[in-house]
């Protein structure tokens, strides 16, 4: 009977025991329909150069009840309409419960998505909440009309400038010629040495101009056009077959840039996807402006300190820094941006390891593309770096063509080449070396 007893009050006090473990370890059930539930500012969104700094669409959700109190993170996904999200553009936002896009950030992820520009298309796009590292809730897809704008200028021709004087001399390719406001009447920006030159359709020479009397008239076949040396604007007129060759060049000059208030100025570059002029730039802390032709026949300031350009204003004052100076000759808009620059650094670049380095310039109109023209490197390595600084550099290490990170250094022979750094593919970035 004591033995009974014994048994009976040992395998209560288990039961007790088991009974407070399983209330421990009540865990928190995540409540059903807890998925986030954004709302859109437009269903329909029409977006114009014009208001780039405006706000083009906000996503909002409420704070999902998940039944217990979650640190959740948020992403925004977008894609094509119909798409499985697999390639979508994802933006994260935290903890924040709304995602803002302004006209000039939503317009590139739309263009890279291949919708045309001033067509209307449609895009999807859901909230995914992220719980824990494990778990993922996502939002109903909801579907928005929008009518992206071109960002990008098409001032392309099939005219073009070839000879000895031309960087690539008579095998081209041809200088381009851009399209102006006139029709029919081309330009063309270029550096020439003493030589000579004609315009060419299409890289070839069966349509081919040049001036047989030397009288700005031009005539198909004619004569070469004897140049000098310099930097020039080139005005071609295909209707009237009339032609002038004027000197140009824009430039930084003063206290900020390397060679202080004297010449050479820093050159700016005409881009022809923004009909704008361009100069990446290692300044000091001082003064800048810009003018022509590194002379003060025609000098640009700013007054106000407000961004517009005046003939003959005052001093810009900047900071020391790497910078993207952009310039609008038709508005006198100018802005200074501190820029992220690719630059080539090595034993056969100008400056060797130590640099500084001889920068790569944007193509502004091919995404993730950097170009450096007419480079002259002796025998030796070279490599690929950010800002001047190791911090981000690339290399080769199976001189394949594909660029590595903190990769092998690059062999080369002495020459001169055309070098293009393609990043436009983030998984595999590419370089390409062309020899002249």
Known sequence: MKNWFYKFIYATAIMTVLWSCEKDEIKAVMKTGTVPMPTLSSQTVV???????KDALTISWPQPDYGFDAPAAYTVLIDKKGGDFSNATSITTGTELKKVFKTSELNPILLKMGLKPATVGDIDIKVQSFLGGSTTLNSA??????????????????WGVVGSATPN??????????KTDKANVFVAYVGLLEGEIKFRQDNKWDVNYGDTGANGTLEAGGDNIKVKAGTYKITFDVTALKYTIDKLSWGLVGSATPNGWNAPDVALNYDPSSDQWRAIATLKDGE??????????????DKGADGILEAGGDNIAVKAGIYLITVDFKSLKYTIEPY????LVGSAAPNGWNGPDAFFMPDFGSEGI???????????EI??????????????????????????????????YDIVLDFSVASKPTYKLTKK
């Open 169 to 178: 001399g008579w095998n081209g390719p041809d200088v381009p010629f851009y």
């Open 383 to 416: 490599k690929f770096r950010q800002n001047n600084d190791w911090g981000v550099n690339m290399g080769d290490d199976k001189a394949d063509g594909v660029l590595e990170v903190g990769g092998a250094n690059i062999v080369v022979k002495a020459g001169t």
């Open 141 to 158: 897809v909801m579907s928005v009309k929008v009518t992206p704008y071109l960002d990008k200028l098409d001032l392309s021709t099939n």
């Open 288 to 301: 800048i402006k810009i003018r022509q032709n590194e002379a003060w026949d025609l000098n640009y300031g």
């Open 47 to 53: 977006l114009t150069k014009e208001n780039a700094d």
């Open 370 to 380: 950097w170009k450096l023209n007419n480079i002259k490197l002796i025998d030796g």
């Open 340 to 343: 992220k620059v690719w630059g």
